[in-house]
């Protein structure tokens, strides 16, 4: 399956080696100062005290005042600098523990971040949960409850706390079929990584594969916002189900000729690539609804900077970011300087892992070996 995958979309270790070789972390990391036409920024993801509070720490200890995302744009696209010793905190995805975690150590640390939200993956519950300040503590591991993302009542408070800088990180953060060759099928010990499961629905009404869908076939995924031409196979996808339904669901799988069965169903039948002009459409449909559900729900007018999901982007997706609006993005790019660069490309803005936060100059400095270790 990796084969039909470009390595900038892989985890790879040879990624490391080429940044590397292309000098492409910057040299505050290896022990130097923080060069004057750049701005760092670091993110995360799921967060636990434990991991944050040290970082939050350091920053303020070491005098760093953290940004927006429109300051890092105007740094980049007008030169315009937010001041010396300016850094950017990103937290990817809107884990619950943005809310039950962060906000309330960004609010004791007078600390400003970008969330970036993909408004497909909110909850629809309408429920605040408690958070580290309350008397009974956070929700235990809410990163992996039945609830994993920040709800839109949790994050019309993080907004208004002032705290939080909600931006868009695409609408249905999804992952589609790339190729036809079948790579296997759902069976009941499918468990994908919620954001590595496959989406066979619209650009905006998601519906992610899951192990409700026994038998459907899998095929090889990449991100929707890289040049990949999806494609789908409705008909083999009901056909394949409807049989290991019909088998006894789980029970279909313990039959021996359980595979040749789904095969047998799936050869009767053809998928569809779709054009690069539907690949375009769906794109556009994600983005701008992204943009515009964002600002609807939290009542504002400010989501104007992106996020790429895996910050992966193709120049598709790359070219109707900045049709549908937005100013700024950040995606990879294989070798480039994980740092925003005043005059830098605006939708290739590239970041650094939060554990680069300690090679910052400041007191109890950590050395270049974070790049090596975890």
Known sequence: MSKRIPLAERKSPWRA??????????????????????????????????????????????????????????FVREGISPGDRAVALTFDDAWASAWTVATPLLLKYNVQAVLFVAPGRVPEDDILR???????????????????????????????????????????????????????????EYRPHLHEAPNVGKPTKPYFLSARDLGAPLHAVRSRMSDALRYDDAEARQACTEIALAGGG?????????????????????????????????????????????????????????????????????????????ESAYADALGALHAPRRGGHPYRLMRLKHKFIYNLPGKNRRSMWNLVTK
């Open 17 to 74: 080696v080429i940044d590397l070789a292309r000098r492409a972390y910057p040299g505050f990391v290896f022990g130097g100062p923080v060069a004057p036409d750049i701005l760092p920024v670091f993110h995360f993801h799921e967060v636990t005290r434990e991991q944050l509070e040290p970082c939050l720490n350091y920053i303020c200890n070491n005098g760093y005042r953290t940004v927006t995302a429109g300051d890092v744009a105007r």
């Open 250 to 326: 789980p029970a279909f799988f313990e039959r021996p000729d359980w595979t040749a069965s789904l095969r047998r169903a799936m050869r009767k039948l053809k998928g569809r690539t779709e054009t690069p002009a539907e690949r375009d459409a769906a794109i556009r449909e994600d983005l701008a609804g992204a943009r515009e559900t964002l600002n609807a729900k939290l009542r504002t007018h400010t989501v104007r900077h992106l996020c790429f999901p895996w910050t992966i982007a193709g120049a598709a997706a790359e070219a109707i970011a900045a049709e549908v609006g937005y």
């Open 130 to 188: 408690t958070t580290i300040n309350d008397p009974d503590g956070a929700p235990p591991d809410a990163d992996r409850s039945a609830i994993p993302f920040c709800t839109w009542p949790e994050l019309r408070a993080m907004q208004s706390a002032g705290c939080w800088d909600i931006q868009s990180h695409s609408y249905a953060h999804a992952m589609v079929f790339c190729h036809r060759a079948c790579e296997g099928f759902v069976t009941p």
